[in-house]
């Protein structure tokens, strides 16, 4: 699989250069994403611009990723979706559990209101 990626302050943007995921190679981009959460930048802003197709069980994968990503106070955001790809996501009932947004930029502003969010959650647990 191959993928590109962009390693900024708060998040790695990853592309997928592919233009189709199945479940197969879902496991290259757990090998690749996955030790993300033990680094000081854990965040992860996922790019599918390139994807025309994505089988269900890959689908299905991602979304358990992003859980993952998730339960080590982490973020994952997918954006840049083709329409086919997010109408499958969508017939499938996946579209709702995964946090999706039309561009990248937008995905950066998820992953920044999350930070300050888990920030102040932090700060409250300290507080009480």
Known sequence: MEVKIDTR????AITIQEAS?????????????????QTDVKNVVL?????????????????QLQQIFYENNASFV???LQKQVEESLDKDNLL???NV????????????????ERELMDGEEFSN
Do not use: Y
């Not at 790019?47 to 979304?63: F, H, K, M, S, T």
């Not at 950066?108 to 999350?114: A, L, P, T, Y």
């Open 101 to 116: 947004t039309p561009t990248e930029s937008e995905a950066w502003d998820i992953v920044q209101m999350e930070e300050i």
């Open 9 to 12: 302050e708060k998040f790695h």
């Open 47 to 63: 790019n599918l611009r390139d994807i025309q197709n994505i089988d269900n069980a890959a689908a299905g994968r991602l979304v």
């Open 96 to 98: 709702e559990l995964i």
């Open 21 to 37: 995921i199945a479940a197969n190679m879902t496991e290259k981009l757990e090998k690749c994403l996955l030790p993300l959460l």
């Open 78 to 80: 997918i954006c840049e």
